[in-house]
């Protein structure tokens, strides 16, 4: 993702030092200014760089990076039963759990201006990319310890995620890959000095959750009679976005 902004500021920053040298886009403010700025949000914290499309839009693209904040629970492992021979007293059974809320995604925004830059009032619509995972879970137990038990896997409230062969157990609660974005803002990303604070509010559409073991979908039915997660689920098929964003134009 750093790798693709960086490519995205020198693309941006090509064609504007092209537009400049053709008249009729530089009259048109097309293309014709750069900028880069940082953001804090619900998404993370993040860059962006952008351009002018016209005195009514601007385009902007970035990465957003959510901190690896996460907690670590200890949980026993679960089983069906030994296999002969065994018994609960000659391995240790506890497991610790790492959850991660770390999260990279791109973002390509239009803002559209409906009454003019001078009012500063705009429209974002665009789509973020990448970071399907919403938060992260992830354990290790000794293989030979699993290797020793029935049907092992750990459990999570009403749900149940089994092992792999290599003795790891991995969760995910997953969305959409590309996500439409619609919001709201104030300011401009390519201001008309040199420095500019804007802010934003909206929402992106990534469907309905889903929970994933070992890259394999949980279908909830057939590991509970309780809907009531699948439910709550079910309606939340968007993340709200707040955004501040610091931005500063390089021509």
Known sequence: MKKLLIALT???????????CV????????????????????TGFGFEAGTTITNWV???????IMP????????????????PGYTDSEY??????????????????????PFGKKMGLFLAAGAYFGGSDIIK?????????????????????DYQID?????DVNGALRVKKFRPYLGI?????????????????????????KLYANDKTVDLSEVTDDDTYQKIMDKLTIWPVLKFTISGRIF
Do not use: C
């Open 10 to 20: 020198a693309l941006f920053a090509y064609i504007g030092a092209s537009a400049q």
């Open 23 to 42: 008249p009729a886009l530089h009259n048109l403010n097309i293309f014709n200014h750069l900028a880069v700025g940082a953001h804090a949000a619900t």
């Open 58 to 64: 601007e385009l902007r693209a970035g990465v957003s």
């Open 68 to 83: 690896g904040f996460g907690f670590h629970t200890d949980t026993e492992i679960e089983y069906d039963s030994y296999y």
């Open 92 to 113: 240790n059974k506890e497991i610790t759990l790492d959850a991660s809320f770390k999260r990279v995604q791109g973002s390509v925004i239009f803002n559209i201006y």
């Open 137 to 157: 879970i992830k354990g290790h137990a000794d293989p030979e310890t699993i290797d020793l038990m029935k049907n092992p896997y750990v459990q999570i409230g």
């Open 163 to 167: 092992f792999d062969e290599n003795g």
């Open 185 to 209: 803002g104030t300011g401009h990303f390519v201001p008309k000095r040199r420095i500019n604070f804007s802010w934003e509010i909206g929402v992106q559409f990534h469907g309905k959750p």
